[in-house]
Nanobody, 118 residues
Framework: QVQLVESGGGLVQPGGSLRLSCAAS????????MGWFRQAPGKEREFVAT???????YYANSVKGRFTISRENAKNTVYLQMNSLKPEDTAVYYC????????????WGQGTQVTVSS
């Protein structure tokens, strides 16, 4: 299994930017498809973005054009660059991994809090 630890969350003003990191250990991250998910208080966890082992990306409509997912395999890290942040982006953001395209995301980090508020 791969262990995942998110970091980079915090308080940011609307319209601002934040970069989240997900550091992997136990296995090389290059073997996995990676995803970012988020969960707001009282809400269900929702999909944000994914990046495949071949660096193909896919985004939820709510973040498309504002967020960018990327990976740096040499550092065993996946990133989520978040621009033009809105209050509705406030949530705990989770990093997740899956072994193949047909697999579930079954390896999860503990999450990092992102709060967008003035």
């Amino acid at each position: 299994q791969v262990q995942l630890v998110e970091s980079g969350g915090g308080l940011v003003q609307p319209g601002g930017s934040l970069r989240l990191s997900c550091a992997a250990s136990g296995r090389t991250l290059s073997l996995y498809d990676m995803g970012w998910f988020r969960q707001a208080p009282g809400k269900e966890r929702e999909f944000v973005a994914t990046i495949s082992r071949g660096d193909n990306t896919y985004y939820a409509n709510s973040v498309k054009g504002r967020f960018t997912i990327s990976r740096e395999n040499a550092k065993n890290t996946v990133y989520l660059q978040m621009n033009s942040l809105k209050p509705e982006d406030t949530a705990v953001y989770y990093c997740a991994a899956r072994r193949t395209t047909l697999s579930d995301y079954d390896q999860w980090g503990q999450g990092t809090q992102v709060t967008v508020s003035s």
